[in-house]
């Protein structure tokens, strides 16, 4: 099928404005009034160990589930890029699940990491979007993101519909295992069904974002910083931005500032921090504090409670709104994705078809 641009500029531009809408789909399908939509025979009850393999912007999905299963399920996870995995040979517990994220499906190393567990674990599970790839066709179970064809180089609805599956996952991986009332679940999947109407709410900020971008689109570097689950996100925002967007850009846990990066903050540096009002905030907010005693321009990403709190001094200020914070990574998909376009875009560089890059690497 043949997928047009519907009005917009690019891919990417549709693609990022579509997730209140797949995501909605995928909730639809993994959840019903009675529960959680899983295949019977997933229980992780007896399961001692998790391993999430994926390349690119899906291993940044699967960096963030790790926060979920660790905390909710009490689940030790590992997770690794898919060409390391693949050849350091990992002793794998039998009674181990071994979870694959792709969106295409055919990226290789993926695949081959897949065929390296297969026997050895309990189960291999794939979250892949396309349901007839060979990652999908392989594994034990298969899970669609249901986040439709992506077109753009740079994923971006397909990384929402990941988190989303995982987050499902984790929730069902916590109630197996006894660390989730039906309550608690209720709860938790009242607070995923908010979630289009808070994405269409995060969209309303592209052109605050746009703005910003315009300012971004100067830099020579640029830092992403984030705490918890936020961490993964800073690491997602600096892939989409050097993607697409050519400019040098690093993500990095808000603690380990000090060991390295921030001998390379100065006044032309923006530093974006994601920072939800959480339990880590007052943490995120000494580390930025850091960075502007030292001249640096800070962008911060926060909701109204955060930046009642921390914006003095700050350069410019993007206001989310509030999210629970178990699922606020997902939320803050959103302008971590808007702030790359934009600055690509100012940038005048070829946001779909980025130089030197694919859309699925089927080649080592
Ligand atoms: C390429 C794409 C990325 C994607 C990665 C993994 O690098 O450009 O957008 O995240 O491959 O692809 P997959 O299809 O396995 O999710």
Redesign the pocket.
Known sequence: TQVEKGGYKHFMAKEIAEQPVVLADALRHYLTTDGLNLPSELDFSNISRLTLV?????FYACSVAKYWFESLARLPVEIDVASEFRYREPPLPTDSYAIF???????AD?LAALRYCDEKVAKTIAVVNVPTSSIARESDIALPILAGVEVG???TK?FTCQLLVLATLALKAARDRGHMSEAELAKHMETLRLLPGLLTRALDLDEALNIVSNDLSEARDVLFLGRGAMYPLALEGALKLK?ISYIHAEGYASGELKHGPIALIDSHTPVIVFAPHDALFDKTVSNMQEVMARGGKVLLVSDRKGLDVASEGVWQTVQMPEVPDLFAPILYAVPAQLIAYHTAVAKGTDVDQPRN?????TVE
């Open positions: 994926a390349c690119g912007t899906a994220v792709s969106q295409s499906g055919e990226t993926t180089v740079a994923s397909a993607e890059l694919a859309k699925s690497v």
